[in-house]
Structure formats: structure tokens, C-alpha cells
């Protein structure tokens, strides 16, 4: 079981994750394509067939570079004793599985948007008889009953969805008086920084902000605010975790920029600049390297990913007041 602690902790243990030197010759080339794997980075959903080849083992890592943070979420559900939990954009199954294990009388629904993520899930959890799972939007939580569960999950998950506002609405509504949301969110993401820097470096301008934000509640009390506008809930307490990403040698680290500079880049190809995806990843690596972006094992790395944490709390009923 996991750890038990009294107090929330800061504490994270990045993972030593090495991902293959190749995308099976294939990186993103276009906007949609490149954000559908910008998700799967993220911690959120998954590229499907239809939108691109991605290795599957690849995903899986990129997925599992958020272990940190599902594993911290998964240690105060347990400490707090939840005795349901509702996880919301679980992808592949994450922290529902965490929770499953430490915590085998607990009933667990994973559920995710995506019904393709849904079948990863219960693979993942295969063996666990305490996970349920369920198709559902973070903002359409119709399926399930009014003070049905002790806890909701949602990491990395809010930033993503359309109706922030109505989506903390339902979590309120469904959590039992006294129950818990545990919301993790980008504050800043030293990946994404990197890459632009270099697009910038290489094309001379700042790129656009993208349509799928994963820094779209970065800003200060951004979350605390949309907390603050719910009714019946407040804030319990907050933590950040900061943890790197492991991103392998130069051809692995230049592939995994690709996921996001792939459409700048092909762009300049298309355009006549041949050797765009070259210059770029030169860059790149020249900007990690001067960054600290390099591990003592010769392995690259971005080290200042920092996400929020907030346990939100639904407030008691009059008769325990």
C-alpha cells in the first residue's frame, strides 16, 4: 500500500524513462494530430488510429511520465479513506489503477471521454475486481447519482474541458458531504518552453498559442477562482509537484519535440526549406544542453514541470454542522 502521511506533501519521484529513438518514422503533420499527442504528453486521452501511428510503447511512456503526480493523488485518497472513487479522464487508466491496488475494498470508476481509452483502461486494471468503468464527459456527469461517491479525480484533465465551470458543478453534485476533488493542473510546463524557444529561435517569431491549451489554467488562482464560483464547496488544501521529463538521447528528444514543432516544421519543408527538422532539432538540443537539460548519465531531460494540486471539499449537511 502506499505510504500514509498526515500532512500533503511536495515530494516527487520522477521516473527514469527512456522512450525509443523512433515514432515508426512518423511525427505530427498537422495541428490536430500534433495536440491529440500533445494529450497523450500531458497525461490526458490518447491519439487515436485515425489521427496518427504512434507506437503504442511510445504513448505508454509518455503517459506514464506523470507518474509522480497519479501516485501523490492516489496517497491522500487513501489517507483520506474514500470508500468510492469517481476518476474523471482516467486515459489509460490512471490513478485509477494506483487506487485500485492500495486500496482493494474501495469501489473505483474509471471513466474517460473516450471510449478507445476506455478499452486501455481495463487492461491496465485487469485482475482488479474493485474497478467499474464508465464513458463520460467531465461535463456531463448525468449518469451518476447526486452524493454517490467520496471522491473525485481529475488530473490533468480541467484544463481540457470545454464547460470548466459546469464540470466543477457536477463533481460538487456528485460527491458525497465532505467528500473530496483532487484537480491537478499545468502551472508550467519547461517541455513546451523549450520547443518554442527553438521554433522561435528558428523561424524568427513567437508561435501561436495553441487551440488545445494544456497551460490554459496556469495563471495565478486561476483554479481557485473557478473553486471560489462553485457553490457548496471550498478549497481544503493545495501542493505542487515538480518533476522532470525524461526524454532520452538526442534522436529520441528531437522525435518527442516533433510532437509539438511537427507542423511548423513540415510547414518549412513544404516550403521549400529542406532541411528544416535538422536546424530544428540542432537547436533543440543546443537549448537543453545550455538549460541543464542533460542528466549525468548523457540521457536529455526537462527539468521545471510544475503542476498544482488542489483538494477541493464538499461542505457538510446542516445536521452535521
Not at 471510449?115 to 475486481?129: F, N, S, T, Y
Not at 532520452?248 to 507542423?263: K, L, T, V
Request: proline share 7%; with cysteine.
Amino acid at each position: 500500500q502506499l505510504a500514509q502521511e498526515s500532512q500533503p506533501s511536495d515530494r516527487s519521484k520522477p521516473l527514469a524513462l527512456s522512450p525509443p529513438n523512433t515514432m515508426n518514422g512518423h511525427w505530427c503533420m498537422s495541428p490536430l494530430h500534433c495536440w491529440l499527442l500533445a494529450l497523450a504528453w500531458f497525461g490526458v486521452g490518447a491519439p487515436t488510429a485515425a489521427a496518427c501511428s504512434i507506437d503504442p510503447a511510445i504513448y505508454v511512456r509518455l503517459f506514464e511520465n506523470n507518474m509522480p503526480m497519479f501516485q501523490e493523488i492516489a496517497r491522500l485518497v487513501q489517507e483520506a479513506g474514500a470508500e468510492s472513487v469517481l476518476d474523471l479522464g482516467t486515459g489509460p487508466g490512471e490513478p485509477s489503477t494506483i487506487i485500485a491496488k492500495a486500496m482493494p475494498k474501495t469501489k473505483v470508476i474509471a471513466t474517460d471521454v473516450q471510449p478507445a481509452m476506455i478499452e486501455k483502461a481495463k487492461v491496465r486494471a485487469r485482475g482488479l475486481p474493485n474497478v467499474e468503468f464508465g464513458v463520460a464527459s467531465a461535463d456531463d456527469l448525468s449518469g451518476y447519482g447526486a452524493a454517490s461517491v467520496d471522491a473525485v479525480t481529475m488530473c490533468y484533465v480541467l484544463m481540457f474541458v470545454p464547460d470548466r465551470a459546469r464540470s466543477l458543478r457536477e463533481v460538487a453534485r456528485v460527491l458525497k458531504p465532505r467528500g473530496r476533488a483532487y484537480i491537478a493542473v499545468w502551472k508550467r510546463l519547461g517541455f513546451m518552453e523549450v520547443i518554442q524557444q527553438a521554433l522561435e529561435a528558428l523561424t524568427g517569431s513567437a508561435p501561436p498559442a495553441p487551440a488545445v491549451n494544456p497551460m490554459a489554467l496556469s495563471g495565478e488562482r486561476a483554479l481557485e477562482e473557478l473553486v471560489a464560483a462553485t457553490p457548496d464547496v471550498t478549497v481544503k488544501f493545495e501542493t505542487v509537484l515538480t518533476y522532470s521529463f525524461k526524454l532520452g538521447d538526442a534522436g529520441s528528444a528531437c522525435d518527442f519535440a516533433m510532437i509539438i514543432a511537427g507542423p511548423a516544421i513540415s510547414k518549412r519543408v513544404a516550403d521549400g526549406k529542406a532541411n528544416a527538422k535538422e536546424e530544428y532539432c540542432r537547436i533543440f538540443i543546443e537549448l537543453l544542453e545550455t538549460s541543464g537539460g542533460m542528466s549525468a548519465s548523457g540521457q536529455y531531460e526537462v527539468l521545471e514541470n510544475t503542476a498544482q494540486l488542489l483538494v477541493m471539499e464538499k461542505a457538510r449537511t446542516q445536521s452535521e454542522l
